[in-house]
């Protein structure tokens, strides 16, 4: 009988086994029904041959489902408790069944008065042995029902087995929405019994991080000290509220924590991370066993180091935020050898945001040119406008007001006195930051002298480390100020030249452009790089090629050649990108830079380095179709550009060859985005994101793989000859007007000519035409294909290029080594001109 087998399968053989039994025997009517419930529903029990019968079936199931709810309805206090806890003894959750009670069970202890220890003991003592983490939780949460109606006498009698359910739930995989409301209830539970006592495992007996904070426990256990631990643990979103923080630091300032909290920020920063070989899997997600790993936080301890974040920077104050940008750059940013923490990340960010010093709004401006992930760049604009926000500023002002100086004097430097010699961090163009040592006979030298190694081993050491940060505020810039080109801003003179022109950093970016000035007149006049504007102007903006003429524009980069201008980013030769008829009659999508085969990998890299966000493509659900999005226009209009897995037959990871196709727009509609006309998107945010589009293809294309033919792969042949030797692109036809500057200039000018798509050099062995789109190289007269490779070592021509341009190069080194081609050694490279010839 059911009866018995559940009496003895209750039996633990413990002074309960007495409640138990008498639970059972007070409801055996439920006992029976349960009987008959499962009876009925076993597998192969009943077999119904029509849709009658399984109907019969099924009432006669409900019928047995409305009995027991019946019966359950009609009990009092003491019989209503007996069935509690005969349902949970009666829980099966085996291969065969699953029987989980919790739909009758939560509205008997809902109403329910008058629960003993004893029983409330039964009853953790039974969900502790519930094997799945879901079931476990929320027979957890109806048992903690009853156990907070006992009093104290009560609780106390319980308090092993709440420590006990505690522990279990801190090391049980229940889901971080789930876990956060239950272990606040169970801290709430202990404290009423002992507030000094801190449940075991709500401080993590390992981490490094926790060290600090774990000492402080074990050697002088407060009741303040608890209240703050409980305290921390219970927050759970990325930005507490006003009075979770108020709390916090009058529970810090109770306890005497705030160098505790301190401390654990220092090491969650900078401290040992811990090892899944040794801890187990930090996530929910990775095999610890699989895949080794390293991690800063396990996530079961999740809650309570962001609770540390917080209460750190709110105690800290400016002290805390070098930690907090290096805890956000560990656990968020990219190779920093440890698994991403998006959430620990994000509170770091959030925390820094509310702290009003400029030293965090430095540490968020580094954030955001060092973090890529897209969920943790929307918490950086989060913060930004909220920085900006109590300030009475927009993010972007934020944003230029807060690029760090790092202590350089105007024009970039910085000067120091290493002993007898003299060191010198300068930015000497647009890309290049260098620390030069300066000797007491007058050289200079790139290197550190061994004096200066041997004396100065800390200054030296600092001085590296400035010089690397100056390179990545100045690369971070050089990105910021060429995203401005598609946002048509302008700013007031005076605000210009304080946070612009006179910048040490960014002013070695600005002196290098066209800036074009506004005076009380009206008009806008552009002015050269490295010149005064005239007159009194009263607004500024960056000159973008599409608003000025055909004329203007030639003018410009015959002056950059002329004067031999080197600009920080293609702002005079810069391709324009205007709507075609075809893309009118299409409306809302281009399919300008469509139907293009891409190395798949190359493409994914680029979209990442250009700032695009993309899924990735692979066997798996989402991963057939591709979408590349970026921001224009000061964050108010996305591109879209779709692309797919080139062929279907791929590896198990991901496609080798991708397929490009349409290229969408959208505008920002408060937090939603709206798909928009291609005829009403403004014509800055048009050139600039489809100019992004053609680097895309033309960079990763098959058609610029000089050895793609030598590979044997005959699929996407028609496409390689096609699109190899076609129509120049935007970008190509720029490429055609510097050649038309640069050439003349040259001392092989008179062995090449532009002619088409092509730049023809003459050599000794036979003419050549090199494609200005891919670099590939045909030889006349039968336009037989010439491969060469490019070397992987970087070129040092000394060949003046007014842009960097890598196409742009490649292409002129093939000029220059095909003009002497009777100096041509290699000997795969003249059996291919000998056969051609």
Not at 150 to 169: N, Q, S, Y
Not at 412 to 432: F, K, N, P
Not at 614 to 624: K, P
């Amino acid at each position: 009988m059911f009866y018995d087998a559940l009496v003895a399968a209750s039996r633990r053989n413990d002074p309960l086994d007495d409640v138990r039994s008498a639970a059972l025997h007070r409801v055996r009517w439920l006992v029976d029904l349960l009987e008959r419930q499962r009876t009925e529903s076993r597998p192969g029990a009943v077999m119904w041959q029509s849709t009658e019968e399984y109907e019969r079936y099924r009432a006669m199931c409900a019928a047995t489902q409305a009995e027991i709810d019946g019966r359950l309805a009609a009990c009092g206090d003491e019989e209503g408790r007996a069935a509690v806890l005969c349902l949970l003894l009666a829980a099966c959750f085996d291969d065969t069944y699953l029987w989980q009670y919790g739909t009758e069970i939560k509205p008997l202890i809902s109403r329910l008065r008058g629960w003993t220890p004893d029983e409330v003991t039964v009853m953790l003592l039974r969900v502790a042995e519930y094997d799945m983490g879901f079931w476990f939780a929320e027979a957890l949460g109806m048992v903690l029902k009853a156990a907070e109606g006992l009093g104290a006498d009560g609780l106390r009698a319980i308090a092993p087995w709440v420590r006990r359910a505690h522990a279990d739930l801190m090391t049980t995989d229940v889901g971080t929405s789930r876990r956060g409301p239950l272990a606040k209830r169970l801290h709430a539970l202990l404290a009423r019994v002992d507030e000094a006592h801190i449940p075991e495992g709500l401080i993590p007996a390992y981490a490094p991080w926790a060290a600090a904070l774990r000492d402080r426990a074990n050697a002088s256990p407060t009741p303040e000290l608890a209240r703050l631990v409980r305290h921390l643990a219970a927050l759970s979103g990325p930005r507490p509220a006003q009075r979770w923080r108020r709390t916090c630091i009058e529970l810090a300032d109770a306890a005497s924590a705030r160098d505790v909290m301190a401390a654990a920020l220092r090491e969650l920063a900078e401290g040992q991370a811990q090892c899944s070989r040794q801890h187990g899997s930090g996530t929910g997600w990775v095999d610890g066993d699989a895949f080794h790993h390293h991690y800063v936080v396990h996530h079961h301890d999740g809650d309570l180091a962001r609770g540390i974040v917080w209460a750190a920077a709110l105690a800290g104050g400016p002290a805390a935020v070098p930690y907090l940008a290096a805890l956000a750059l560990r656990t968020g940013g990219p190779g920093t050898g440890v698994i991403e923490d998006l959430k620990l990340a994000g509170a770091a960010i959030n925390a820094l945001a509310e702290i009003g010093d400029p030293a965090a709004l430095e540490a968020l401006w580094r954030l955001q040119t060092q973090i890529k992930h897209r969920a943790l760049r929307k918490q950086l604009d989060t913060a930004l406008v909220t920085a900006a926000g109590r300030q009475g500023i927009t993010a972007e002002q934020l944003i230029e007001r807060s690029v760090p100086g790092h202590g350089l004097a105007p024009d970039g430097s910085l000067e120091r006195d290493l002993g007898a010699h003299r060191a010198r961090v300068a930015i000497e163009d647009a890309v290049t930051v260098r620390l030069t040592f300066t000797g007491p006979d007058g050289r200079t030298s790139r290197t550190a002298p061994a004096a200066v190694k041997d004396g100065c081993p800390d200054q030296l050491k600092e001085l590296k480390a400035l010089a690397k940060e100056v390179r990545g505020t100045l690369s971070g810039e050089r990105s910021r100020i060429e995203a401005l080109m598609s946002a048509g801003r302008s700013w007031p003179y005076d605000e210009w030249c304080r946070h612009y022109r006179d910048h040490p950093v960014t002013g070695a970016l600005v002196r290098g452009l066209i800036w074009e000035f506004q005076g009380a007149d009206g008009p806008w006049r552009a002015v050269a790089p490295m010149s005064e504007p005239p007159g009194e102007p009263e607004r500024v903006r960056l000159w973008h090629p599409i608003r000025a003429s055909a004329d203007e524009i030639r003018k410009w980069r015959a002056r950059i050649v002329a004067e031999r201008l080197r600009q920080p980013f293609k702002q005079a030769f810069r391709e324009i990108y205007l709507l075609t008829p075809a893309e009118e009659e299409t409306g809302v999508y281009s399919n300008r830079f469509a139907a293009h085969i891409v190395h798949y990998r190359r493409l994914y890299a680029l979209f990442k380095e250009r700032g695009w966000q993309a899924n990735f493509l692979g066997r798996y659900d989402g991963g057939y179709e591709g979408r590349a999005r970026a921001e224009f226009g000061d964050g108010q209009w996305r591109a879209c550009f779709y692309h797919e897995p080139a062929a279907e037959d791929y590896g198990d990871y991901a496609p080798d060859h991708a397929a490009t196709d349409q290229v969408r727009f959208e505008r920002r509609d408060g937090r939603r985005w709206r798909e928009t006309p291609l005829a009403e998107v403004e014509p800055l945010v048009f050139s600039e994101a489809m100019r992004d589009v053609d680097l895309f293809v033309g960079v990763t294309s098959i058609a610029a793989d000089p050895d793609w033919t030598d590979r044997g792969e005959n699929r996407y042949a028609a496409y390689w000859r096609t699109a190899t030797f076609g129509e120049l692109t935007a970008s190509a036809e720029v490429r055609r007007e510097a050649l038309e500057r640069i050439l003349p200039r040259l001392k092989i000018a008179d062995r090449c000519s532009l002619e088409g798509r092509y730049l023809v050099v003459r050599g000794g062995l036979a003419t050549y035409k090199i494609h200005l789109g891919s670099s590939n190289i045909l030889m006349e007269p039968d336009d037989a294909y010439l491969c060469i490779v490019p070397s992987r070592r970087p070129g040092g021509g000394t060949v003046f290029l007014p842009f960097e341009d890598d196409r742009l190069s490649l292409i002129l080194s093939k000029a220059f080594l095909l003009a002497a081609d009777t100096k041509i050694t290699d000997a795969t490279i003249l059996r291919q001109i000998k056969r051609g010839a």
